[in-house]
Structures are given as structure tokens and as C-alpha cells.
Nanobody, 125 residues
């Protein structure tokens, strides 16, 4: 399966972007969870948000209330709506998916087998 992340770009502080994650070769219904991670320059990759097949949506504290993860089953696409963006949100954003993840590991990048190529989000101050 291939995951394709898109939608990144340059936005001013307070602006919004919507990232997309499309799956080729398999439907997202086959995955127990789909998640977004990000990696800022010089930092480790960190968890942003996830959506389980049943619809649970945990978020990192740093984005709670500003970001929203969703899915469109008809388009086989997951989305990350990012509002009220801050300069500290600048990072490469990755989508990831797992068929076998357990709920306690949703925030762990090691639990995800499939990864997209990343899309760059830059928030200017």
C-alpha cells in the first residue's frame, strides 16, 4: 500500500491548512488506525493525531482544539484540518497507518507500518 500526503504549504500565523492522506492499493477500512505525525527541523518526530477504525480521535495536547482529524470513506482519504496555526507548528507532516495497532500504542510511531512521504507546513510569524 502507498500513502500519499499532500496539502502542505506556507501560511501566516493564525491561518489554516487542510492536509490530505490518500491510500493507493488498499482501503483505509482495512487499517485499525491512521495517524498524523510531524517532525520539525532538528527535532524528533512527534505524534499529532490519530483516528481509529471505530472513530476514536486522540490528539496531542499541543494541537487539541486547533486541529481536527477526519476521513472520507468514499474518497479513501484522511484529512487533518489545521486551524489557528502557530510558528511552532512548522514541520514536515506524515500520515501513517497500521492494521494491527493496539489502542495503547496509538501515539507511538513505532506502531505504524505504513508511512506517506511527508508534506511540509511552514507557518510564518
Amino acid at each position: 500500500v502507498q500513502l500519499q500526503a499532500s496539502g502542505g504549504g506556507l501560511v501566516q500565523t493564525g491561518g489554516s491548512l487542510r492536509l490530505s492522506c490518500a491510500a493507493a492499493g488498499r482501503t483505509f477500512n482495512n487499517y485499525r488506525a491512521v495517524a498524523w505525525f510531524r517532525q520539525a527541523p532538528g527535532k524528533e518526530r512527534e505524534f499529532v493525531a490519530a483516528m481509529t477504525r471505530s472513530g476514536s480521535t486522540p490528539y496531542a495536547d499541543s494541537v487539541k482544539g486547533r486541529f481536527a482529524i477526519s476521513r472520507d470513506n468514499a474518497k479513501n482519504t484522511h484529512y487533518l484540518q489545521m486551524n489557528s496555526l502557530k510558528p511552532e507548528d512548522t514541520a514536515v507532516y506524515y500520515c501513517a497507518a497500521s492494521e494491527t495497532i493496539i489502542m495503547s500504542a496509538l501515539r507511538s510511531e513505532r506502531a505504524y507500518k505504513h508511512w506517506g512521504q511527508g508534506t511540509l507546513v511552514t507557518v510564518s510569524s
